[in-house]
Every structure is written in C-alpha cells, then in structure tokens.
C-alpha cells in the first residue's frame, strides 16, 4: 500500500477529519487554516521544497519546535497562541498516526511536545460605578446609539460571547412572560438566558413590528450581522466616551469579553452559586468559573475579616551573636 502524501493527508484532514467526522465549527476550521498556512509556508523554506513537494517526514518535531519559536518571536505570537497553534498540529499528527500506522513514531515524537507555560493573569472587569458609565455614553437620540445602548445592555446582563452577540437574531428574543433571549454557543450547545425586565423591554422596543424574524438583532448601517472588528471597535470608542465621566475605565482593557467577565463578578456578588453561574455563562466546567473567585477581592477581604490576628508579640528580632548581628547589619 502506498503512502499518502503530505498534500493528501492535509486535505482529508481538513474535509474528512474536521469537517465531516468532528463537523467542527468553521472557527476551528479557521483557526487550523491559518495554522497550517503558517507551517507549511515556514517548512517550504526550511527544507527548500515547494508546499506541494513537502513530505510528512519533512515536517518533524525540530521543525515544528523551530515553527513555534519562529511564531514567537518573529510574529510576536503569546503563549497561548504558540499553544493554539500546537494543539492544531497535535490533531493533525493524531490524524496521521491513525490512518498511516507506519509513521507513528514520527508522530509521536510531534504529538509528545508539551505546551508552554504563562501567566494566568487576573480577569478584568467592571464594577457598578464604570457599567453605568458605559451604558450612558451612546447617545440613543441616533438609530447607532440605540443599537449600540441596547447591545451593551444586553451583553452586559446576559453575559454572552462575542461570537454569540454577533449572530444573534430577532427571533432569538422571546418576549412576554418568561423572557429569554436564545444563542447557540460555544460547542453548538444551545442555551437560553433569561431577560431583566427593563432589558426585555428595551429590546421590545428596539425590534419593533418588523416581522422579519431572521434580520439580524444588532445589524450593522448596511443592514448585515455586525463583525467581530465591529464590536470591539464599538466597545472601544463607547468605554473612551465613558472614561471622561468615569476615569477608572481608562485604566483598563476593555474588550467584548471584558463585559462578560463583568456579568460574572457582579453575579458573583449578588450571592449568586458557582454552578449557577457556569450555567448562565455556557462554561464546560464549574472550574472554569473559579477565575472570578480569584479575582474578586471583596471575597478575599470578608474571609479576612473572619480571621483573628496571632496573640503572637511584635517586634525586631535582635541576634545574640556578633556574628549574627554582623550579618544582620548587612
């Protein structure tokens, strides 16, 4: 039996592998196409081949290792990117391993790397004061300030990812008793996340008696589902129009997902349960939903509180050695 080439291989993986079997979504499949034109644009001029000459042998674990730090510092890629990138070419070699037995120890090798370490830093987000701040700055006397108000105020109650923000629809919105607002999110898990009252009227208003149900709910000025561009861009200008009125916003880096984060601290600070939250945000896991814990300081201090001081007495330890002091004096 012959072997497949590294072309070959490529294309199954992506059309029979990804698409077909794993039906991922076309964001996986982005982010796996952007890898590879990565990988293979670096490894053509390694070894000095064109792409479609490349072998599977031609791509080991020193180049996908030299492929990474090239990523780095070349590109300026972070650590989780450098790690994204990993984990595609992981899955393609997984894929290889599988259907040509023969070269599993090449594979192994690649499939062995380990992921690079960093700094998990701590969630930013805003507080009662800096959302209020936010939520005044579009100016609701123009259709963009309307839109841009109501998506805010949604993002901001609901929680939901960029992704699902952009591609909601006006029948994803059910209003009356019960109010929720629908999305498909990440993983295609459906999940429904009930509406405040002066949320759902808002947006009552905002859809209006249109009955075209399948218009987007946030359109952009040409009538088409906003891009994710376009979101962080409206984020951005609204938190510098709101940093005038409320300085501390300028202080940090606001982005759609900071607003998530925000829905989550300020959950968290109504007493609301972990399990509760993971559910209201879409989490995989309820220890995804610890990074909040960590970062809120109010719970921290309030476990302070209930903590008493050591009896213990205070004061310079003094050395009863002229050596020792010698040293403490240095």
């Known amino acids: 039996m012959t072997a497949m080439t590294l072309p070959a291989l490529i294309q199954r993986f992506f059309t029979d592998r990804l698409c077909t079997q794993m039906e991922a979504s076309r964001h996986t499949v982005a982010g796996y196409r952007d890898t590879f034109r990565l990988l293979i644009r670096y490894a053509s001029a390694r070894r000095g081949k064109p792409p479609v000459r490349l072998a599977v042998e031609d791509i080991d674990a020193d180049l996908v290792a030299d492929f990474l730090v ?3 510092t070349a590109r300026g890629n972070c650590a989780r990117s450098r790690n ?12 290889v391993a599988m259907t040509d037995p023969a070269r599993l120890l090449h594979c192994q090798r690649i499939l062995a790397m380990p992921n690079k370490r960093y700094v998990r830093r701590a969630v930013t987000f805003l507080d009662a004061i800096e959302i209020a701040a936010l939520l005044a700055a579009p100016d609701r006397t123009t259709w963009a300030g309307r839109r841009d108000h109501a998506l805010l105020l949604l993002a901001l109650q609901t929680g939901l990812r960029a992704s699902e923000l952009v591609n909601l629809r006006c029948s994803d919105v059910v209003l009356g008793t019960g109010a929720h607002i629908r999305c498909m999110g ?99 896991s309820v220890a995804t939903t610890q990074i909040y814990i960590h970062a809120d300081m109010r719970m921290k201090e309030k476990a302070l509180a209930r903590v008493a001081a050591p009896a213990a007495p205070t004061g310079r330890f003094q050395p009863d050695d002229q050596l020792l002091a010698f040293l403490e004096g240095l």
């Open 84 to 95: 994204t990138r990993l984990a595609a070419i992981r899955s393609f070699f997984r894929y």
């Open 186 to 284: 990440k993983g295609r898990k459906e999940r429904s996340t009930p509406l405040r009252r002066d949320t759902a009227r808002l947006l009552k208003a905002w859809i209006g008696d249109n009955g075209d149900d399948k218009r987007p709910l946030f359109p952009s000025l040409r009538g088409g589902p906003l891009s994710r561009d376009a979101l962080e861009h409206l984020v951005r200008k609204h938190c510098l129009t709101a940093s005038r009125t409320c300085p501390s916003i300028a202080s940090k880096r606001v982005t759609p997902h900071t607003l998530r984060h925000s829905t989550a601290m300020d959950l968290l600070h109504h007493g609301v349960d972990q399990a509760v939250i993971a559910l209201w945000l879409g989490h995989e």
């Open 70 to 72: 090239h990523g780095e």
